[in-house]
Nanobody, 121 residues
Framework: QVYPGESGGGLVLPGGSRRISCDVP????????WSWYRQPPQRERELVAS???????TYSDSVKGRFTMSRDNSRQAVYLQMNDLKPEDTAIYYC???????????????WGRGMQVTVPS
């Protein structure tokens, strides 16, 4: 199994910044796409940002210009730098990786447990 682990969440004042991290411990044959999702209270889970194998990054319109996703292949980790945080950014943030655990495994989407980021109004 592949277990993405998120860290860095918590309470951030409006206008503040926070960097959240996700890493995948252990040996994984291949990771094609890393993604950050979030689920605001009483709403559906939504894609925030994703980075493909070639390094191309996409962002949701709601975070474009404020959030920056990056990847560290040597650490098998990704980061999401969140600036100018707003109350509407309050959500549980999830990391997801599209990974092939072994060379003979099928590619599969693995989810982290999620962590809370709260921006009070």
């Amino acid at each position: 199994q592949v277990y993405p682990g998120e860290s860095g969440g918590g309470l951030v004042l409006p206008g503040g910044s926070r960097r959240i991290s996700c890493d995948v411990p252990g040996v994984v044959f291949s990771i094609s796409t890393w993604s950050w999702y979030r689920q605001p209270p009483q709403r559906e889970r939504e894609l925030v940002a994703s980075i493909a194998r070639d390094g191309s990054i996409t962002y949701s319109d709601s975070v474009k210009g404020r959030f920056t996703m990056s990847r560290d292949n040597s650490r098998q980790a990704v980061y999401l730098q969140m600036n100018d945080l707003k109350p509407e950014d309050t959500a549980i943030y999830y990391c997801a990786v599209d990974a092939q655990q072994r060379s003979w495994s099928r590619s599969k989407l693995y989810w982290g447990r999620g962590m809370q980021v709260t921006v009070p109004s």
